[in-house]
């Protein structure tokens, strides 16, 4: 026996030493096996890239949960002798990580601005790298078999190249405009962020009820209404049919008297409160359409810092939070105050990495345009290359009732602003002289251009990333190998923030789809089913944590097992510690394989006796159906089948047959012969799953000229009857 296997498994000892033993392999690049003969060149490909971590700290178990599921699609891939690639990478996260530097700044007394554009991205990059070499480490830690000569960065050079070759063919076509729009303004970040980036959060309010000339008007906000003049209201509403479209009426207001304008409009909710609402164009998206709708004018009541402008006469320069219960006391002294629910309950915008309340704005801002026709791509729009291949089946979401879901926010996209007022990032590729505007991959040559100072919002790079990590826009070998990439897993909750966005770059840049499938998994919840958070008490597992403690392979199967695409998984430290135990299983139950079989004559070993023909069969019976099951991503079926055939019919009944057997010396080969097969067949079956533990067993095993499991071939149907060396 190997001097090893006399001691219990530890994954301590052995998970660093066996990552290490991969990599130095060289079989995590596609490249190197074809060159070493494990793939054969023409093989077909199976990629996938890495949805790139944010390099603003540790990775958390949702990370965890995504590199196991695509570690065992990478590694089944790989074992069925695919051209396998799993391409890594990180993602600078522009507002996360400029936000979380100038939260580290502000406690020593650092504004961004007292350090300047320069010197301050110096400070940014810096953490960006350290994040990202503590992000790399861990993942290897978690022993995702990922290519690491191909790795990617969002705001490296070469995806900069593509970025600004992206943004000048889109802006030549028309598809990138620059134009006065209402945009999510976030004073606390003081940047625009995109309806995507957005978190409601419902509060209570009071709800203010006003006079408004003939009129009651309510809102929540009476800090906005100082520019408002206009009174809309539906066009059918019965109660208001004397009052005619366009009709002016005289009325007091809060600075005085003032004149307002009667508009009819569809679009007004009879039923919401009194059937009447004056308008703040500036500072509402409902209301910018209407005004938009009838050509109405508009005036900006708030600046960018949340303070009120001239407009607001006494209450100039003060932030709208001080201001409201003060401008509420002036119209009740009017008389104009009509009623106050304390108790109103109302869905509030704010910034999804700042928490600070959004403050709707129109802004001179860069956007996409979602509807113009694009002669060259057969003059569809944006839109409708998003929705195409989704339901022409060229591209299928798992599980299939998020294709639902995609479809209707297609439906209704606005278009996207894409520019940022940040400092980190992809600088917009557009510079300005005098009244030129000059957009171009590269900087204009003469002297005296000034470049836009705004960054491109984050998901304008990472729309790119299946396409510009494999060398777009060079026409490169592994762009023509690996894409469209095989399957794109992810979070549910990036469909639109992301997933949409690769399809419309992949669609309008290259004419084809990113990926042929889209496997969304869930959130990774705590025992009882709670978000995991540190704001709500809740101790948040650390993935690298639990890997100390139990085991690399004890977490993998407690994140697989009962976990299927869509739905949020439940992690229990008690089933973590159930799997490290089935680890366990496997080690005494290779070790007593390997004493049984030391004395085997492997290069002839004799048929099955009828008893142990037919165990044969039920395992051909078990890999013929986890072959196809595998093959359609029901990995959570997988590992359960395979964890209960291990333990219950290979550990329980068919070990201790062969024991019995061997003690009696009764067909003792054919019974040795069953336990060597099962064994290495039950290896391969179980590695992507559990591959350090697999890995090492693997190492011990009496056959020659063998590769790193890893790289052996996936069992196939038929085992026959001549021992494991037939799908080697």
Known sequence: MHEKLKKPYDPKNTEERIYKLWEESGF??????????????????????????????????????????????VRHARMLGKKTLWLPGTDHAAIATQSKVEKTLEKEGIKKNDLGREEFLKKVEKFASESHDTIVNQAKKMGASLDWSREAFTLDENRNLAVRTAFKQMYDDGLIYRGHRMVNWDPKGQTVISDDEIIYEERKNKFYTFKYGPFEISTVRPETKFGDKYVVMHPKDKRYSKYKDGQKIKLEWINGPIEATIIKDEEIDMEFGTGVMTITPWHSSVDFEIAEGHKLDKEQIIDKYGKLLPIAGEFTGMKITDAREKIVEKLKNKGLLVSIDENYINRVATAERTSGMIEPQIMLQWFVDVNKKIPRRENKSLKELLLEPVREGKIKIMPV????????????????????????????????KNDEIYCGIDAPKESGWIQDEDTLDTWFSSGLW???????????????????????????????????????????????????????????????????????????????????????????????????????????????????????????????????????????????????????????????????????FKFSIVAEKLYHYFWHTFADVIIERS???????????????????????????????????????????????????????WPLATLGTSGPNDNN
């Open 401 to 432: 009732h998020f294709e639902k879901v995609y479809f209707n926010w297609i439906e209704n996209l606005r278009d996207w602003c894409i520019s940022r007022q940040i400092w980190y990032g992809h600088r917009i590729p557009v510079w300005y």
């Open 28 to 73: 995590f690049n596609p490249d190197v096996c074809i060159k070493k003969g494990i793939t054969k060149t023409d093989a077909k490909h199976f990629s996938i890239v890495l949805p790139p971590p944010n390099v603003t700290g540790n990775l958390h178990t949702g990370h965890a949960l995504m590199l196991v599921i695509e570690d065992i699609m």
């Open 659 to 713: 024991k019995k057997k061997i003690l009696a010396n009764e067909n003792a080969d054919s019974a040795k012969t069953l336990l060597l097969t099962h064994l290495t067949t039950l290896l391969k079956a179980l590695h992507p799953f559990i591959p350090f533990v697999t890995e090492e067993i693997w190492s011990m095993l009496p056959i020659k000229n063998k590769n790193l499991l890893m790289v052996e071939k």
């Open 466 to 632: 299946t396409f510009s990590t494999l060398g777009w826009p060079n026409k490169t070998k592994d762009l023509e190998t690996y894409h469209p990439t095989s399957i794109l897993e992810t979070g549910h909750d990036i469909l639109f923030f992301w997933v949409a966005r690769m399809i419309l770059m992949s669609q309008y840049l290259l004419g084809d789809i990113p990926f042929k499938n889209v496997y969304l998994h869930g959130m990774v919840r705590t025992a009882d089913g709670k978000k995991m958070s540190k704001s709500l008490g809740n101790k948040a597992i650390d993935p690298l944590d639990i890997v100390v403690k139990y085991g690399n392979d004890a977490l993998r199967m407690s994140m697989i097992v009962g976990n299927t695409p869509g739905n949020d998984l439940k992690l229990n430290e008690n089933d973590i510690r159930g799997y490290a135990k089935f680890t366990n299983k496997v080690w005494n139950a290779s070790r007593f394989v390997l004493e049984q079989i030391k004395n085997l004559d492997l290069k002839n070993l004799p048929s099955f006796d009828e008893e142990d023909s037919l165990s044969n069969k039920e395992l051909e019976k078990l890999l013929t159906e986890v072959s196809k099951e595998m093959n359609e």
